[in-house]
Structures are given as C-alpha cells and as structure tokens.
C-alpha cells in the first residue's frame, strides 16, 4: 500500500477584523494533486489570526479520517506559520488556547506535520473557500 503525504492549503479570514468570518481549505493527495476533501464553513465574529488557526484546526482533524503518512499545511498567514514553525511565540492568549488545539491534533496524528508560508497568490483555492464562507454568513 502506498503512502498517502497530504498537502493541505488553509485560509482564515474576517471582514472588520473583528467581523464576520470564514475559514477554508483544500485537502489534497501531495503526490497526485487529487482534492480529497474542501471546507468552507462560516464561523461568526472573530478575528483574521483566530480564523487562521481554526482553519488549520478543521483541516487537521478532517486529515485524521484519512490517516496520511505525512502532511504539509501551506497557509499566507506568516503570523501563523512563524507560531506553529516556533519562528515566533504565542504572545496572545486566545491564539495560544488555538495553538494548543493545532498542537494536540498533531499529537493525535502521529505523524510529521509540517508548515510552509506562501503568498496569498498560490493559496487561491482556500482563500475562495473562506471568502464563499463569510459570503454565505453575511446574508
């Protein structure tokens, strides 16, 4: 049996900062590029960095039904790749309770998880998912 690495793309965003919210990400098989699975989910008020971290969260604990062998998260946020690389610590209370929960998932894991801070250009597909979402919330 082969092994399955997942790329996963993840994106949170809120208009107004805080404001409504919406989180997205793309799961997809590392090695073929097949999308395994797509969340879009609107997530009420909140903040930019709080809908980054519970967009990682979701993508992680939908990546546990697939039991993958390795995993890379690819997100714009550099806020939150510098705090999960260890780059940056975790000054801000409610991020840290977030931080915790990234670090709990990766423990239920098993496996290596990695993180990789990329341009908002070559996240589309994630950005789009969290945009539908917080469109969807707004009405």
Not at 3 to 12: E, K
Not at 53 to 74: E, G, K, N, Q, W
Not at 79 to 100: C, D
Request: charged share 30%.
């Amino acid at each position: 049996m082969r092994q399955l690495n997942l790329r996963i793309y993840t994106d949170g965003g809120a208009r107004g900062n805080p404001g409504p919210a919406g989180i997205g990400a793309a799961i997809l098989d590392a090695d073929t590029g097949e999308t395994l699975k797509e969340i879009s989910e609107y997530i009420g008020e909140t903040t930019n960095n709080q809908a980054e971290y519970r967009a990682v969260i979701a993508a992680l604990t939908a990546a546990l039904d697939f039991r993958p062998d390795a995993i890379m998260v690819v997100a714009d946020s550099e806020l939150l790749v510098k705090q999960l690389t260890g780059s940056y610590r975790v000054k801000n209370p409610g991020l840290a309770e977030r931080f915790l929960e990234v670090r709990n998932l990766e423990t239920r894991l098993g496996i290596p998880v990695r993180y990789r801070h990329v341009r908002r250009e070559q996240n589309k597909r994630a950005d789009t998912l969290a945009n539908e979402a917080m469109d969807r919330g707004r009405k």
